[in-house]
């Protein structure tokens, strides 16, 4: 990719899945990478893996003082700042489990997630613009899903949030557009990160896997290639876009699997 040699990049929920690939690809490309993650012992531990072009920051997203603290600790140790990607998402099963429909689901666990979510991809943002605008302009990512685009029958709160982050995504990219700062959003398909394993289990996969047009299902990687390209000079002039990486998940029509099963056939 052009343009990445020693740019500085923030990645959060750097030290797992999607976040994690992303960081890894950040040093191959000779970008200096922050990992930003609730779990501090796993980004430090990565962190030690990539050497001098990676520093650890122990955040929660759900803090917006230690967002602050995270953008603060970037600039500080790498002097600049070019790219935030906003990755972080609750994905413990013992809050998803809980984020169910408009009737059960407990006013905490909304405003949990959409503090971690949404509120967190806002403070990310609210922090790293000034520098970036310092810098000449930067790349912002955002990590949103595919229940954010459409109607699921659980995970309302996760799902809501998703598309408020794919809304912020738009205006980010709509006000700071004319000063350089370029704002996208990435939507995976089913990736089999740790996060995703936790909550896609059992016969869901096998659901999944017969509605993705590709032979196999997505990987960390697949999704980090994306934002690696998003960050770098070959998009220059790709913004506003939440772009799909999901096999061709959300790309055919419903009764796509039915009829590629064997069960309805095309002309009955
Ligand atoms: N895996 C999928 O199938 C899939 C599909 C669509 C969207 N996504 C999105 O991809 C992103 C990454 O998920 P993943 O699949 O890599 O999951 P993952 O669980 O492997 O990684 C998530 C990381 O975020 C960190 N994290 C969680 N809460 C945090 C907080 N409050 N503050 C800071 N860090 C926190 C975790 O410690 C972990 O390292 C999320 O935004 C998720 O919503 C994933």
């Given at each position: ?115 971690v979510n ?6 990310g943002c ?89 032979p196999r ?52």
């Open positions: 990719m052009r343009g990445l040699e020693g740019k500085v990049a923030i990645v959060t929920g750097g030290a797992s899945g999607i976040g994690e690939a992303t960081c890894r690809r950040f040093a191959q490309e000779g970008a200096k990478v922050v990992i930003g993650d609730i779990d501090g012992g796993r980004a430090e531990a990565l962190a030690k893996e990539l050497g001098d072009a990676a520093l650890a920051v122990r955040f929660d997203a759900g803090d917006v003082a230690s967002v602050e603290a995270l953008v603060a600790a970037a600039v500080d140790r790498f002097g600049r700042l070019d790219v935030l990607f906003n990755n972080a998402a609750l994905m413990s099963p013992d809050v998803i489990k809980l984020d169910t429909d408009p009737v059960g689901i407990d006013f905490a666990v909304w405003d949990r997630t959409m503090a949404a509120r967190g991809y806002l403070a609210k922090y790293a613009i000034p520098h970036m605008l310092k810098a000449g302009g930067g790349a912002i990512l955002m990590t949103t899903s595919g229940s954010g685009l459409l109607g699921d029958v659980s995970n309302i709160a996760y799902g809501a949030s998703k598309a408020a982050v794919a809304s912020l995504m738009r205006y980010v990219a709509t006000i700071y557009g004319k000063q350089g700062i370029r704002c996208n959003a990435i939507c995976p398909g089913l990736i089999r990160t740790e996060g995703g394993k936790k909550n896609v289990h059992g016969a869901m996969v096998g659901v999944m896997e017969r509605n993705t047009l590709t299902l997505g990987l960390p990687e697949d999704i980090a290639a994306m934002a690696v390209f998003l960050s770098s000079d070959d998009a220059a002039f790709i913004t506003g876009q939440n772009i799909e990486v999901d096999g061709g998940m959300l790309m055919h029509m419903p009764y796509y699997s039915d009829i590629m099963s064997g069960d309805i056939a095309w002309d009955s």
